[in-house]
């Protein structure tokens, strides 16, 4: 399936993926955020040749160095993931072959699985609309808006001001509260496996 093209379960995937890379890496976030700002790395150039002696030179201007991406450490991502598989049991739901169950056996299992990523979340992270709105609401963004804060969807031309609706108020975290770990603890283990006696 083409990329530009994912399934809902695809695009899930990818956005649990991101979301725990960018939370345990605050470079990688602060770098996927200016790429939605439209700061793309700036590609390396030649160096100008000097203009003879005699004619003054110009001093080129300062090139902001390029983004450089490093690999995440995912500490934090994996204690996440645990805690959601301990409160909610979502490892278990996503990793089950649903395709056999009825749709009410996967509503049913789907509840649980709801309640406790819901509490998770609320136990760990304080979590905000980006926008007071309401959804529905036709709202103006002046220029120069936070494109990290607001994606524009639909036919998207010219320059701001945009007026538009309301479709997704959006979320900013403002507080992560995840549990301290201990050095011995093996973060890979987001669940133990169970021996009943």
Known sequence: M?????????RLSVAFGSFFAILGDGELAANVRGLREGHFPAAASSVPTPAPAAAPVAKPEPKPAPSVVKESTPEAALQLLGLLQRNARFIDFVEEDIKHYSDADIGAAARIVHEGCRATLRDHFTIRPVRSESEGARITLAPGFDAAAVRLTGNVVGEAPFTGSLTHR???VEEVKLPQLVKTHDARIVAPAEVEL
Request: aromatic residues 24%; glycine residues 16%.
């Open 2 to 10: 083409p990329e530009s093209n994912l399934s809902f379960f695809g």
């Open 170 to 172: 959006g979320w900013r």
